[in-house]
């Protein structure tokens, strides 16, 4: 007899069927379903971090399945997510709050479909043994009633997207995307972040997009050394910059720096 593969099998991912009238999409629904399995346990709801390569092993989404089905949960509110840590890495929170709401309103819906669905078929079996005219005028009643049933509805609007902010992530670090900004800008990303890290974690600001948050400061940097340059003294780059920095802090212009270097060199010849 042959091996029995079926004996082989995992243990199976629990989908959630209801998860696609939330989503409108299978892979969607499935990637919620995933992370609800491991939201409690992740410690009360905290990030958990899971890589591509772990999702697909998981659930058996590409990589392009994965980050369409994930746009679409970011869209909804249901879940958060980030990069952070150096390197970046990805993490993942569901908002048990936002997808509570969402599957209230998909339950009274129902109730009011199937509320509507029984007293029409009761009105049928009633109608079966009225004579002709009394039929005719049930007809008329009914859809008078139906009409009104309709237009004192209360629909349940959807819950707004709840965007949480949160602390300076532990471990936050500048990416390569904010390298190549701070290159661009012509700014000295380790000096710019240790004054971003220090004064946001002084004032305990609060943010939806660390990320955005970096990408700001490193723009306004530059746009306030661009104003304290004289008018029509061309850009300086980092390097002058630092040696500008150097001079203000020692009180000692760079000229007087620049013949202290070429007597020692002198002298060392």
């Known amino acids: 007899m042959g091996i029995n593969f079926l004996s082989m099998l995992e243990r199976p991912v ?7 009238d939330v989503t409108g999409c299978a892979n969607a629904a499935l990637l919620l379903s995933q992370i609800h399995y491991w939201h409690p346990r992740t410690g009360n709801g905290d990030w958990f971090h899971k890589t591509a390569d772990e999702w697909r092993d998981e659930i058996g989404l590409t990589k392009r399945e994965l ?9 909804l509110g249901v879940i958060e997510y ?3 840590g150096m390197p970046a890495k990805p993490y993942y929170r569901l908002d048990a709050d936002r997808l509570n709401a969402i599957l209230a309103s998909i339950y009274h819906a129902r109730n009011a479909d199937s509320s509507y669905a ?10 079966q043994n009225m004579s002709r005219e009394k039929r005719a005028a049930k007809r008329a009643e009914t859809t008078a009633e139906t009409t ?18 949160s ?4 471990g936050f670090a500048p ?13 000295t ?9 220090d004064y946001h974690v002084a004032k305990r600001s609060l943010f939806v997009d660390w990320d955005a948050a970096l990408r700001n400061w490193l723009r306004n940097a530059a746009q306030f050394s661009q104003r304290r340059m004289p008018s029509g003294q061309p850009s300086m780059n980092v390097a002058d910059r630092r040696a500008n920095t150097i001079a203000e802090l020692t009180g000692k212009s760079r000229g007087d720096q620049h013949a202290r270097t070429v007597d020692a060199e002198y002298q060392r010849v």
């Not at 602390?167 to 532990?170: E, I, N, S, T, W």
């Not at 990416?175 to 700014?187: F, G, I, K, T, Y």
């Open 14 to 20: 629990a989908f959630q069927r209801v998860f696609v």
């Open 82 to 84: 980030r990069r952070a």
């Open 175 to 187: 990416s390569d995307a904010h390298r190549h900004l701070a290159d661009e800008l012509q700014v």
């Open 189 to 197: 990303l380790s000096y710019e972040f240790d004054k971003f890290r």
């Open 118 to 127: 029984e007293n029409a078929e009761q009105d049928s079996r009633n109608t």
């Open 167 to 170: 602390p300076l992530p532990d």
């Open 148 to 165: 009104t049933t309709f237009a004192n509805a209360q629909v349940v609007p959807p819950a707004k997207p709840v965007s949480r902010k």
């Open 67 to 75: 980050e369409t089905a994930r746009r679409t949960l970011v869209n």
